[in-house]
């Protein structure tokens, strides 16, 4: 299996900072990475897709970059509405499908 | 945008079989752009993927549930079913089902999702 490991687990931060979450695959997978935002009891929400293309609707402040192994999630400016779960997921392959353990981002 | 609604029962004693069924709307289950996938998530930990199925009937299944697993599809009622047998207390969890890109096998839409607790 393809290991995701996502860092910070968690991390505090106020309205209006940049924030950035980063996910590491134990194997290269190109670009076959993929960002979902969970807020407390709602399923999952998919943001970037392909490491870096911005799934529609999904404000512009989001922005996904890396290939291989380092991926990086960015929130330019952040807003109330974005504190929440964040998950990084690999597509390169499929059995299974695996994702990183999650990051909490808190209101400081 | 697809909906997607999960159903089935909410308990299930250990040892039996869920069953969970997924009701998909706003286009067709027999669709090529789309793959069909189930994803649990114990309560307050992360997500798992559970396995998948094609538009074709192709399966596939996460190697840790293989020998408990069947994911099957249902085209006449636009349903997609997911069946977990011999389950434990270890199986307690929200569980979602999902369209997944059948390019890029990211997860596009998802269910609100139902929790199911596996206890006597």
């Known amino acids: 299996d393809i290991q995701m490991t996502q860092s910070p687990s968690s991390l505090s931060a106020s309205v209006g900072d940049r924030v950035t979450i980063t996910c590491r695959a134990s194997?290269?997978?190109?670009?076959?990475l993929n960002w979902y935002q969970q807020k407390p009891g709602k399923a999952p929400k998919l943001l970037i897709y392909a490491a870096s293309s911005l799934q529609s609707g999904v404000p512009s402040r989001f922005s996904g970059g890396g290939s291989g192994t380092d991926f990086t999630l960015t929130i330019s400016s952040l807003h109330p509405e974005d504190f929440a779960t964040y998950y990084c997921?690999?597509?390169?392959?499929?059995?299974?499908?695996?994702f990183g353990g999650g990051t909490k981002v808190e209101i400081k | 945008q697809l909906q997607l609604q999960e159903s089935g029962p909410g308990l299930v004693k250990p040892s039996e079989t869920l069953s969970l069924t997924c009701t998909v709307s706003?286009?067709?289950?027999?669709?090529?752009?789309?793959?069909w996938g189930w994803i649990r998530q114990p309560p307050g930990k992360g997500l798992e993927w559970i396995g998948s199925?094609?538009?074709?009937?192709?399966?596939y299944y996460n190697p840790s549930l293989k020998s408990r697993l069947t994911i099957s599809v249902d085209t006449s009622k636009n349903q997609f079913s997911l069946k977990l047998s011999s389950v434990t207390a270890a199986d307690t969890a929200v569980y979602y089902c999902?369209?997944?890109?059948?390019?890029?096998?990211?997860?596009?839409?998802w269910g609100q999702g139902t929790l199911v607790t596996v206890s006597s």
């Open positions: 194997q290269s997978i190109g670009n076959y």
């Open positions: 997921q690999q597509s390169y392959s499929t059995l299974p499908l695996t």
């Open positions: 999902a369209s997944l890109d059948s390019s890029g096998y990211y997860l596009l839409d």
């Open positions: 706003g286009g067709s289950i027999s669709s090529s752009s789309y793959y």
């Open positions: 199925i094609s538009y074709s009937g192709s399966t």
